[in-house]
């Protein structure tokens, strides 16, 4: 089952984009739980003490990703992935 834990420009209220910002908003989504809003990384986190992020053996996709879909120049900065 996949689940995506994001943040976006929209939820930053900024072009800066980071996990270490205390005011770029986390949402997360999957299939089978309701949408979850953190106001940031560390509280999303902090909700969540047990998560990892997913390693799919074999699986050339496993990988942490960046997507822009709004037009606009972006800075990405920051991204911390502890795992």
């Known amino acids: 089952m996949d ?41 999303f986190a902090a909700a969540h003490p047990t998560w990892r992020l997913a390693r799919k053996e074999g699986k050339d996709n496993a990988v942490p990703f960046i997507i822009a879909d709004v037009q606009g120049d972006y800075l990405v900065h920051g991204i911390v992935l502890n795992y």
């Not at 930053?12 to 908003?25: I, K, L, N, R």
């Not at 989504?29 to 949408?35: E, G, H, I, N, V």
């Open 3 to 43: 689940a995506y834990a994001f943040i976006d420009v929209n939820g930053c209220g900024s072009s800066t984009v980071s996990t270490e910002s205390a005011t770029c908003q986390v949402s997360y989504s999957s299939a089978t739980t309701p949408p979850e809003t953190q106001p940031n990384w560390a509280a």
